[in-house]
């Protein structure tokens, strides 16, 4: 149900993103045409106190435009030292974005900042505008262009983080204004009644920016290890398995408790089903890593699916997780997933072998890429963990986490593969340290998921689903429509989880494939792109087109995603 007493309507503080897109100036019988128009952005909610806790949406981010010359950098929240690429400087060290990577750079990502949290995002009244970058007019908003010409084009990609609860978040406009500002002689010839027609000429993409780099990514085709920690402690409640009391399904499994290897089942098999759905050009196999085997010092690790593209069968051996994992920690000397000899009783006493091989996992995984890898695709391996890694030293050595990690981006062996960690309240640096991209360093937090609460790990997995597809395009349309879109009632609702097959302009907004964004300050992209085509005509001489752009969010506790109506 909603509950309207606790939402933005009726008081709660609101901070204001004011953003624009400027009107046009057609190159017509060498004349240059200057005019103003506005986004205006809502950034929801600061400091709001409600029944669940607080609620505070903090947004920031990167726009660029093309005017001729390859795109440049216009404004950014945070810009520390104003000259529109997004920067911070944090304890003396600053960090930077670049949409262009800088060979002379290591630190050039080519993303929106992933250091940006709720804790160093700064306050909206610090943001910097910027000035037109065709005619060095000091901008009062995110974008005012006072100079747009046909085949313009610009970019805001905004990251959202959802601080302290969960909730749901809607995309919404309002007071759209399409004039036909001054009726110029050209137009007029074309355009008699000076009919306000920029919002129609101009062609807008609206998309989910997974990687949060200011550009649409379209579907590649890739190769995927997904490595899991089949230690103890993702089972057991004598190590810390279980997770809550409630009851969880997977996939016709039902459970009395909540344990991390239900989760991650629940979000393997997820992103089995996103991907099978999206047509991916995927091949994927799993590896899994524990201790060492009772009684010889060999690792209990290996592949429990080998890559494939049947992706029905990587479902099946992600299946039934607990028992497979009890097979490996419980069953008898030598163990393996499939022996069905392990005891799956989250609260089982002795006789279950602990200690966490990560490094031996990867390697496994690495080799699997290598044997049975594509030479066309590009390869990913996902490690999932929630302990200390042995590290490669004392009395039984085997191979350093940061040490496979490192081989496995080098392409040591063959091929260089993206690594993404996820860590499970587990060895957050070295699992930093391991992250990163293909033919990079480690140390990327771009590639790293640092998760408080193991019931994120589903939506962590549906991110990296959506990732190994071409990126989620909410609506492509004229600029008018997109508009049109987000004006009509609630808005857009937008997906904590987009691997789940929910359809944001036609599913209802309390369908059950829509998720709320957990509450984690977890950086999530929505990017809006626009380009005045070079085929435009003369009847959008001096239009001018105005609207106010807001990012909505309530609680999602005592709610049910249906949304209130839409706020003014």
């Known amino acids: 149900m909603n509950d309207k007493e606790n939402i933005d309507t009726i008081g709660l503080s609101r901070r204001t993103v004011l953003a624009g897109l400027g009107a046009v100036g057609v190159a017509s019988a060498g004349a240059g045409l200057g005019t103003t128009a506005y986004f205006n952005d809502t950034e929801s909610f600061e400091g709001n106190q409600l029944t669940a806790g607080q609620l505070d949406l903090l947004v920031d981010w990167q726009q660029t435009y093309d005017f001729g010359d390859g795109r440049q950098f216009v404004s950014a929240h945070p810009d520390h030292d104003g000259d529109g690429e997004q920067s911070i400087e944090i304890d003396g060290e600053v960090f930077k974005y670049s949409d262009f990577p800088d060979e002379d750079d290591e630190d050039s990502n080519g993303a929106n900042l992933p250091i940006l949290d709720c804790e160093t995002i700064p306050p909206l009244s610090e943001a910097n505008f910027n000035v037109d970058p065709v005619t060095g007019e000091e901008m009062e908003t995110l974008v005012q262009l006072t100079d747009v010409k046909p085949g313009d084009s610009g970019e805001i990609t905004f990251s959202l983080h959802l601080c302290d609860n969960p909730g749901y978040i809607w995309m919404q406009a309002a007071n759209v204004n399409d004039d036909g500002g001054a009726g110029t002689e050209p137009e007029l010839i074309v355009d008699p009644d000076n009919m306000g027609d920029l919002g129609d000429a101009i062609n807008a993409k609206l998309w989910y920016d997974e990687d949060c780099d200011n550009v649409y990514d379209a579907a590649r085709p890739v190769d995927i290890m997904l490595t899991l920690d089949f230690s103890g402690s993702m089972l057991y409640d004598r190590f810390g398995g279980v997770v809550s ?317 249906a949304g209130p109506s839409q706020t003014a």
């Open 245 to 561: 009391s409630d009851p969880i399904a997977i996939n016709g499994s039902n459970y009395t408790e909540t344990t991390k290897i239900d989760l991650v089942e629940l979000g393997t098999r997820q992103f089995i089903d996103f991907l099978q759905s999206a047509g991916a050009d995927v091949q994927v196999g799993v590896a899994y890593f524990d201790g060492e085997k009772q009684g010889d010092n060999e690792p209990r690790t290996g592949i429990l699916q080998t890559l494939t593209s049947d992706l029905s069968v990587v479902d099946g051996a992600l299946s039934g997780l607990r028992q497979k994992l009890a097979n490996v920690v419980s069953g008898s000397a030598g163990s393996t997933p499939f022996d069905g000899d392990g005891d799956p009783n989250p609260f089982a006493g002795g006789g279950i072998a602990t200690g966490t091989y990560i490094g031996e996992g990867v390697d496994d995984a690495q080799g699997e890429l290598d044997a049975n890898g594509r030479a066309s695709a590009d390869k990913r391996n996902i490690v999932l963990s929630d302990g200390e890694s042995f590290n490669g030293t004392g009395s039984t050595q085997f191979s350093s986490p940061i040490g496979a990690a490192d081989d496995a981006r080098a392409a040591s062996p063959s091929p260089a593969t993206d690594v993404f960690t996820i860590n499970v309240n587990g060895s957050a640096s070295t699992l930093l340290a391991m992250a990163g991209p293909a033919g990079g360093s480690g140390g990327d937090s771009t590639f790293f998921n640092d998760l408080d609460d193991p019931l994120n790990i589903p939506t962590v997995f549906g991110n990296l689903a959506a990732q190994a597809t071409q990126e989620k395009i909410i609506m492509e349309d004229s600029l008018a429509n997109v508009l049109a879109e987000l004006a009509d009632g609630n808005g857009i609702p937008l997906d904590g989880n987009r691997s789940t097959l929910y359809d944001e302009l036609s599913d209802p907004a309390d369908d059950p494939d829509r998720d709320a964004f957990r509450g984690d300050g977890v950086m999530h992209c929505v990017a809006l792109e626009w380009e005045l085509p070079l085929d435009v005509g003369n009847e959008v001489q001096g239009d001018t087109l105005g609207f106010d752009l807001s990012f909505y969010t309530e609680q999602a506790r005592h709610n049910d995603g």
